[in-house]
């Protein structure tokens, strides 16, 4: 799992180890904050990787390999999303914002790929945002990059499929973690619960049914879908 140490990937991880699996995270963080109270402590492991970078992520995948021989259901959650007008975004700014949510996102799901090959099973959960379906002002960067996701998802599910395994996105609605309310106004967080159809914030544990569910053998029969949490913002 990337981004398991965040405030969303977080309430995840209880949830798997809740339900015996084990957990590979990427962050180093994530043992500090997630292992106390675990009845089995050694069920969270971290490789600390870069997942812009080949290399690591090839590192992780050896390191899966070697200690457990098995990875059933990557889950893609590292994402960055900073405030800026298209205007005065910088190339650097552009190429942060694509390659830490899709080109991470492919790299990781690259090098986990023949472990699940070998099983022919796997449940390949990705995240994309709501803001791809009408887009966002001052963050076009990430809009594009998740919308790259989507794509890059379903394009994949085709390749794929005949292998068992499946490639999913979750799209969540905008999530009140603290780097969202440290960055977006509150007038913006309170347009959100206003255009929703169940009228509040949306939280992390909103997301674990449905994270859970696409990583299960209950989901055997989706793939290259789109499964939108946002509490009926966007009805798709």
Do not use: Y
Request: net charge negative.
């Amino acid at each position: 799992m990337t981004g398991a140490a965040g405030g969303i990937g977080s309430v995840w991880v209880k949830r798997f180890l809740g339900n015996g699996d084990t957990v590979i995270d990427t962050e180093d963080g994530a043992l500090s904050k997630l292992r106390d109270g675990q009845s089995d402590p050694a069920k969270l492991v971290t490789v600390a990787t870069e997942t812009t970078s080949d290399s690591d992520c090839d590192r992780l995948a050896e390191a899966a390999r070697s200690q457990f021989g098995r990875v059933d259901a990557p889950i893609n959650c590292a994402g960055f999303f900073p405030v800026v007008a298209s205007k005065d975004m910088t190339g650097t700014q552009w190429r942060q914002v694509i390659d830490t949510n899709l080109t991470g996102t492919f790299l990781m799901t690259q090098a986990i790929l023949p472990l699940m090959k070998a099983r022919a099973w796997g449940r390949t959960v990705n995240f994309g945002s709501g803001a791809v379906f009408d887009g966002t002002k001052l963050q076009s960067h990430h809009v594009e990059a998740k919308a790259g996701v989507v794509g890059f998802s379903r394009s994949l599910a085709h390749e794929i499929g005949g292998n068992g395994i499946t490639v999913n996105v979750i799209t969540p609605g905008l999530t009140g973690i603290n780097a969202v309310r440290d960055h977006f106004p509150e007038e913006l967080l309170a347009a959100q619960r206003a255009g929703r159809a169940i009228a509040r914030d949306e939280v992390p544990e909103d997301l674990v049914g449905p994270v859970f569910f696409l990583a299960s053998p209950d989901a055997d029969f989706s793939s290259g879908q789109i499964l939108n949490v946002d509490g009926g913002h966007f009805m798709v």
